[in-house]
């Protein structure tokens, strides 16, 4: 004798069903059928992917954007419009380049002393 499948045996208990039951309660028996088939279909296949996909292990959870990255946004922006806003101010008044250069070091030097503060 043949060994049964689980699904083997829920097509005999709905055919057995139906016979004892009658036509009138055919849909609902094909319905059941199949919600059971499709269940089975998806424990197979959750199966059989686990088997092939390594286990790993968790992930540390995805690293949130904080204040610094919001601060350093701010910092490039306003460091930009006081460097560019200086640089035109100076071209349009032709006044000598030191207080413009000035201007330029300590912006680059709040950036990177921002920069450097960040990393710890």
Same mark, same amino acid.
């Given at each position: 004798m043949e060994k049964s499948s $689980? #699904? !083997?045996? &829920? /097509? =005999? +208990? *709905?055919? &057995? #069903? =139906?016979? &004892? /039951? !009658? $036509?009138e309660y055919e849909d609902s028996l094909i319905e059941g059928f199949l919600d059971k088939m499709d269940q089975e279909i998806d424990r197979r296949v959750e199966e059989r992917v686990a +088997? =092939?996909?390594p286990q790993q292990e968790p992930k540390a959870p995805a690293v949130r954007p904080g204040v610094d990255a919001g601060q350093r946004l701010a910092l490039a922006i306003v460091s930009i419009v006081l460097g560019v !806003? *200086? @640089?035109v101010a100076? #071209?349009? @008044?032709?006044r000598r380049a030191g207080p413009m250069i000035l201007i330029w070091v300590g912006i680059i030097v709040v950036n990177i002393a921002f920069a450097r503060g960040s990393r710890r």
């Open positions: $689980p #699904a !083997g045996d &829920e /097509l =005999r +208990a *709905s055919v &057995e #069903a =139906r016979r &004892e /039951l !009658g $036509p +088997a =092939r996909v !806003g *200086s @640089t100076f #071209a349009i @008044t032709d």
